[in-house]
């Protein structure tokens, strides 16, 4: 944590050169947490999080809207809503103090830093942060005295899933790993898995060995349950890829559209190209 402190303080003199220092961290956490073209605002919004932090509830009605709307909500409804996420985002953000917006941007490139094949995962890596920033402000971690264990982040939480995408991939044969002979439509990969923390019900789909839902809990509980997560009933297959005759045409279409243009071009232009036009005389002006 501390050479993230220092990584961080680099980037931040390395902006301080050209602004004041506190337009530097602003500008900073704009660009990696809450600006408008950070990803983990977009993830933040598409996955109605706010709802779980605006209520303070665990019966999120973002995560159970399947189960209590049979319609979908009206236009001018949804609007009202996506506004009013952004504005609760927005008080949120400007009410925060400079020493949280340093922890925050600490936090979220430690847990990048050490996400292994995670890293490939945007969207379960702002779950991961989400859920361990929650914890980080609730008072029992707060007044804790001793430190959590060392390699927590990494046995708890980065180990078990780097576990199931590798045995998505690859199993144990006379000791040695070798790749399974297994079509890619059966794999859960990494578009799969992403996937899952994309939107609420995906979210809600995580429970724990317990069978208990990690939703279910408060949202300052959940990083602390990552290690009873059973991944296995989680993640299911969402991308599905065949191949037939078809991707031909679509993936090979810039070839077919070479080809195309060209015989188009000399089966109907070679008369005017080639036309042979009267001999001129050399006498001629």
């Known amino acids: 944590m501390r050479n993230m402190f220092d990584f961080v303080m680099q980037l931040l003199d390395s902006r301080a050169l050209c602004m004041p220092p506190d337009q530097a961290l602003i500008t900073l956490h704009a660009d990696y947490i809450c600006g408008h073209h950070a990803n983990y605002w977009k ?8 709802l779980d932090d605006a209520v303070r509830t665990t019966q999120n009605p973002g995560l159970n809207r399947l189960k209590s709307v049979k319609r979908q909500p009206s236009k001018s409804a949804a609007e009202k809503s996506l506004h009013g996420a952004v504005y609760r985002w927005r008080q949120a953000m400007h009410g925060m103090s400079q020493y949280d917006r340093l922890r925050q941007i600490a936090l979220y490139l430690l847990f990048w830093g050490e996400a292994a094949q995670v890293r490939f995962a945007p969207e379960c890596r702002y779950f991961i942060f989400k859920c361990a920033d929650n914890y980080y402000r609730l008072p029992e971690c707060q007044n804790r005295i001793e430190p959590v264990p060392e390699g927590l982040y990494l046995r708890a939480v980065i180990k078990p899933l780097y576990q199931f995408i590798r045995d998505q991939g690859y199993e144990i044969v006379d000791g040695n790993f070798v790749r399974r002979e297994k079509h890619h439509v059966l794999i859960i990969g990494y578009n799969d898995i992403y996937q899952l ?49 078809m991707h031909l045409l679509v993936d090979f279409n810039r070839i077919w559209v070479i080809h195309i243009s060209l015989y188009w071009y000399y089966m109907y232009n070679t008369p005017a190209i080639y036309a042979q036009s009267e001999p001129r005389s050399l006498c001629q002006p």
């Not at 993830?43 to 706010?50: G, I, K, N, P």
């Open 197 to 245: 923390f994309r939107y609420p019900e995906g979210i809600a789909a995580i429970v724990l060995n317990d069978k208990t839902r990690l939703v279910d809990l408060p949202p300052a509980q959940r990083f602390m349950k990552f290690d009873w997560v059973d991944w296995n009933r989680a993640f299911f297959k969402t991308c599905y890829e065949k191949r037939s005759f």
């Open 43 to 50: 993830w933040y919004l598409a996955a109605q999080l706010d």
